[in-house]
Nanobody, 118 residues
Framework: VQLQASGGGLVQAGGSLRLSCAAS?????IGWFRQAPGKEREAVSC??????YYVDSVKGRFTISSDNAKNTVYLQMNSLKPEDTAVYYC?????????????????WGQGTQVTVSS
């Protein structure tokens, strides 16, 4: 398994969760994506070197970070809303230039469920 996502769970609206993505290989960029039932997968947040990206709906609430020593990327999710409910996937990309889009990521983790109750 090249990417292992963890940290999902059930939380009430306004609560917090921290997702972890442990990579067994090095990637130029790692992204978090999510897919809710009946909806297309969307990019949530990505990180490549010192650059970060956030979809507008999570700006100010989510923070992506990396621990290079542990080869792990984190997604701290605060002020969670019911609309954040989805399966969250982390994915790795060695494409250059790096783009925070699904098609640019060649390795995918198994997904972790995040459920936010109202």
């Amino acid at each position: 398994v090249q990417l292992q996502a963890s940290g999902g769970g059930l939380v009430q609206a306004g609560g917090s969760l921290r997702l972890s993505c442990a990579a067994s290989l090095d990637y130029y960029g790692i992204g978090w994506f999510r897919q809710a039932p009946g909806k297309e997968r969307e990019a949530v947040s990505c990180i490549s070197g010192g650059a970060t990206y956030y979809v507008d709906s999570v700006k100010g609430r989510f923070t992506i970070s990396s621990d290079n020593a542990k080869n792990t990327v984190y997604l701290q999710m605060n002020s969670l809303k019911p609309e954040d409910t989805a399966v969250y996937y982390c994915a790795g990309s060695n494409s250059r230039p790096y783009e925070c889009i699904s098609s640019a990521h060649e390795s995918w983790g198994q997904g972790t469920q995040v459920t936010v109750s109202s």
